[in-house]
């Protein structure tokens, strides 16, 4: 399946993350993704996959739209896509949400387990959560492609698995791709996937600044050090050599260049220093054994060099493979530099990739304009302790509310606040969903009458009285809860701590550990943010396995359900090997320590502390008089 990408824009609130990138990735083509960290690949992984829309573009799957039965994703991290309490449940979960029938499916999973190594007897009772993280990831691949996608997209596959597991990992793509799939790898590992690649993208902060073929990339070294990448070792070594003349062209591979290397006995030159006697005809390849990946050395110096370690490597070598005899740059490959803050749209050059004279200079390349002062950035300005004031003050005040008009009050104060921190509504929508579904229920829990119903629905009774309380009390706590988003979206971890040190510091006279107060409820809520981000991680997964389409922003209970295990693990493993980092750190709390955040008191400041104590004074009394 050929997939057509125009113009597609993605943004992270309000951030650009993707811009107006235009691409084909070719029917049954292995493409391969790469930039630096940043760059925007496991975004537009995300949306080549269809699981989140573009701002602007599209995304065309063949001739239309995505079917959700052809495309599989496998993400970066494989501790987020396991679910099912056993690896055959596991896959076949993504089976059942593609409807395929029962009777095939133990076949299905024993041949998905099989091409990722994975023995079906060893593996398939066993818990996905127990698996080493190389077997996790596999697992996650045979997840993917037990349903025979028709595209299947990987976020680093390569990464934390062992040579060999990647070998064989790299075969079973090599197979997958001769049996007709398309298959996209975003991956910073160039040395295994730039072989495989019948089409490289390189990205450079969030636009595509070359795609073509990989030849063109590995024959000039500046094309990819221009956007921060560099060259991968058989490219490396086969550049060196051809400019000394002892390589007739550009190696694709290591294996390449090793088969050419033991197929052109490279004359040795005496070197300086060098004793006549060792002056003798030999394989490069036995020079190149033991040099160093950048060859930095002199031809002679590489030439005296004994091939010992790599002898079997060599061995192995297919002696018939065959290297182009020079890179010829195709027509279709494309260079595109932004030049200017406002080129959004990237100059392309369709034509032929440029000399090294041509390739724009990295200061040139994708400038940006200055950032403007964002609402959360003047938030993040603000002195924690006015941040710390308002949010034990509100909460008190929230807290001693019983009517309806101080709670709308304060409502209306927290939405003004909530967007001139320029958070976005979608984020706001994300973070409240879980806790209004959750509350929509407990309250209809607390209106529940059975004795002396004032109306009812159907067979229940509800109490006019429960019902009003209920209310209160859940719009103070989502209150509270929203208090406390606002507080960690605009705050990060250190003033957040410093702050609070500083107003509890007075209690350490009484003996309150003020500083593993201060560090506890820090890094509590810092976990908030990141609980809910790995929540929708943990969602996009479980919808990569067929959930996908219109109904992506539900949460059905089985998916609650499905998620509740491995957010547990992962909370837990993160809270281990937190206490472990502190530990390693050799925290203690009786030393003294600088400050890694420093507190500074602004006319900002007065301003905010003052606006918060009348606001708050003035809902007491809304309070108060309701
Ligand atoms: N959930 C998110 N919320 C906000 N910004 C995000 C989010 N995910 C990614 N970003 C930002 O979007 C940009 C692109 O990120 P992305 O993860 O796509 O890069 P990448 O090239 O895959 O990086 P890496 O190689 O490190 O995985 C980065 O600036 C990143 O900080």
Known sequence: MSIRIQDVTFRYDGRTALDTICLDLPEGGLTVLCGVTGSGKSTLLRVISGLVPPAAGSVTYGDGPRDPGVVSIVFQQPETQLFAGTVYKDIEYGLEQRKVPKASRPELIRNALGKVGLAYEEFSERSPFLLSGGEKRRLCIAGAIAANPQLLILDEPTAGLDPQAAQSLLEMIAGL????????????????????????????????????????????????????????????????????????????????????????????????????????????????????????????????????????????????ASIPASASVPASASVTASTTASASASASAPASVPAPADVPAPATIHAKPAPKTTGTARWQRLDPRVKWLGMVLFSLVILGMHSLLPLLGAAALLAGLLSSADISWRRMVWFFRPFVIMFLFLWILSSLSWRSPDFSIGPLGFSTSGFLQGGISISRFLLLIGLGFLFT??????????????????????????????????????????????????????????????????????????????????????????????????????????????????????????????????????????
């Open 177 to 320: 791709k001769q049996n007709g799939l398309t298959v996209v790898v975003g991956t910073h590992d160039l040395e295994s996937f730039f072989p495989l690649a019948d089409q490289v993208v390189v990205m450079s902060q969030g636009s595509v600044y070359y795609s073509g073929p990989a030849g063109p990339l590995t024959a000039d070294p500046a094309l990819l050090g221009t956007a921060g990448l560099e060259l991968p070792a058989y490219a490396r070594i086969g550049n060196t050599l051809r400019q000394r003349g002892l390589l007739a062209g550009q190696p694709g591979s290591t294996a390449e260049l090793l088969a050419a290397l033991r197929e052109q006995p490279i004359p040795r030159t005496a070197a300086a220093g060098t004793p006549p006697a060792a002056v003798r005809s030999s394989s490069a390849a036995d020079s190149l054994a033991s040099a160093p990946a950048s060859v930095p050395t002199p031809a002679s110096a590489s030439v005296t060099a004994s091939a010992t370690a790599s002898a079997p490597a060599l061995a192995s070598a297919p002696s018939a």
């Open 489 to 626: 979206e605009t705050t990060t971890g250190s003033p957040l701590r410093e702050g609070l040190e500083w107003a509890i510091a007075p209690l350490g006279k009484l003996g309150l550990a003020v500083r593993n107060v201060s560090l506890a409820v820090s890094i509590t809520l810092q976990f908030v943010p990141w609980i809910l981000g790995k929540l929708s991680q943990l969602q996009l997964a479980l919808n990569s396995r067929g959930r996908q389409g219109s109904r992506l922003k539900r949460w059905t209970p089985r998916q609650v359900f499905l998620l509740l295990v491995p957010l547990l693990i992962l909370v837990i493993s993160m809270g281990d090997e937190l206490s472990s980092a502190i530990e390693s750190r050799g925290y203690d709390p009786r030393k003294k320590r600088t400050p890694s955040y420093i507190l500074v008191w602004r006319r900002t400041d007065t301003v905010a502390a003052v606006s918060i104590l009348l606001a708050a004074a003035l809902l007491r009394w809304l309070s108060l008089a309701g």
